[in-house]
């Protein structure tokens, strides 16, 4: 299986701030990666997809970047709604693993 | 609109069996691969158990290997998971996926299961 590792696991930022998480694969993915923001008791939601298309709805201060084994997802300008949690997911080859999380915070 | 939405849910004793649908609708999902994630109280999500497009292919979680069994029907756009011998640690959100490779990926709302006597 490959591995997902996200970095950091947490982020203190303020509203405003360039905020960059990172996802790197055990191995070569290509550009096969899915962002996602997942907010308290409700189910994730699709930010970019095969790394660096931005999802229809999703604000464009999202960005991701990446292909092989490194990957980034920045957000340009944190905005009150963008704490939460985000999770990296490879779409490669089955099982498609994910990241641990990364919980974003004031 | 895409939409896929779970059903069956629901508190089980442990070693009980317990089946899971999502229904699909405003897309087709014969061309998906299709999977159940699963993320525990607090915890981070979980790849649990998968199926090619076609079916032809499948995939579990060595967690789950043995007790689950997913399958799915294209031309009722759902699919399903059987799970039988549950543990208090199967206690999770299930949600259930359509993506893969470089389509987008689809989620369902997820249905909560609660093993315990």
């Known amino acids: 299986d490959i591995q997902m590792t996200q970095s950091p696991s947490s982020l203190s930022a303020s509203v405003g701030d360039r905020v960059t998480i990172t996802c790197r694969a055990s191995?070569?993915?290509?550009?096969?990666l899915y962002w996602y923001q997942q907010k308290p008791g409700k189910a994730p939601k699709l930010l970019i997809y095969?790394?660096?298309s931005l999802q229809s709805g999703a604000p464009s201060r999202f960005s991701g970047s990446g292909s092989g084994t490194d990957f980034t997802l920045t957000i340009s300008s944190l905005q009150p709604e963008d704490f939460s949690t985000y999770y990296c997911q490879q779409s490669y080859s089955s099982p498609y693993t994910f990241g641990q999380g990364t919980k974003l915070e004031i | 609109e895409a939409q896929l939405v779970e059903s069956g849910g629901g508190l089980v004793q442990p070693g009980g069996s317990l089946s899971l649908s999502c229904s699909a609708s405003g897309f087709s999902i014969s061309i998906y691969p299709m999977y159940w994630v699963r993320q525990a109280p607090g915890k981070g999500l979980e790849y649990v158990s998968g199926?090619?497009?076609?079916?032809?292919?499948?995939y579990y979680a060595d967690s789950v290997k043995g007790r689950f069994s997913v399958s799915r029907d294209n031309s009722k756009s759902t699919l399903f998971v059987q799970m039988s011998s549950l543990r208090a640690e199967d206690t999770a959100v299930y949600y259930c996926v359509a993506g893969g490779g470089y389509q987008k990926s689809y989620w369902g709302q997820g249905t909560l299961v609660t093993v315990s006597s």
């Open positions: 095969a790394a660096s």
């Open positions: 191995q070569s993915i290509s550009s096969y």
């Open positions: 199926l090619s497009s076609n079916g032809g292919s499948t």
